[in-house]
């Protein structure tokens, strides 16, 4: 059995704020071509290092999505800890890179 229509509801809302970080992800690539080479490469790792907490936290909406009852509580905890992970990366690339284009 899988999940309620309830918690479908927080995974669709879940989903719906990663898409909104993939678009401002997309916004930052854009500015670090203003950049000068030696930063650009920095946030471009670091961005990359977004990317990768991105996906994880994907795979996890995505079992998530799909876990039966039974292991539904492991799998919540799983997905609550990659949006914490995937948010603080997100807002200290935001961080960084708002100072930066600012300037």
Same mark, same amino acid.
């Given at each position: &059995?899988?999940? #309620?229509?309830?918690?479908? /509801?927080? !995974?669709?809302?879940?989903?719906? =704020?990663v898409t909104g970080i993939d678009h401002?992800? =997309? %916004?930052?690539? +854009?500015?670090?071509? !203003?950049?000068?080479?030696?930063? $650009?490469?920095?946030? +471009?790792?670091?961005?990359? %290092?977004?990317n990768r907490k991105n996906d994880t936290? $994907?795979? =996890?909406?995505?079992?998530? +999505?799909? #876990? #039966?009852?039974?292991?539904y509580e492991d799998v919540q905890i /799983?997905?609550? &800890? !990659? ?5 603080? !990366?997100?807002?200290?690339? =935001? ?5 930066? #284009?600012? &300037?």
């Amino acid at each position: &059995m899988n999940n #309620t229509n309830k918690d479908n /509801g927080v !995974a669709n809302s879940l989903s719906e =704020k990663v898409t909104g970080i993939d678009h401002k992800v =997309k %916004e930052y690539n +854009k500015k670090l071509d !203003a950049l000068p080479e030696d930063v $650009r490469n920095e946030y +471009k790792q670091l961005l990359n %290092e977004l990317n990768r907490k991105n996906d994880t936290f $994907r795979n =996890k909406l995505d079992d998530y +999505k799909n #876990t #039966t009852e039974a292991a539904y509580e492991d799998v919540q905890i /799983g997905l609550e &800890m !990659a949006w914490d992970d995937l948010t603080i !990366a997100f807002n200290s690339v =935001k961080e960084r890179l708002d100072k930066l #284009t600012k &300037m």
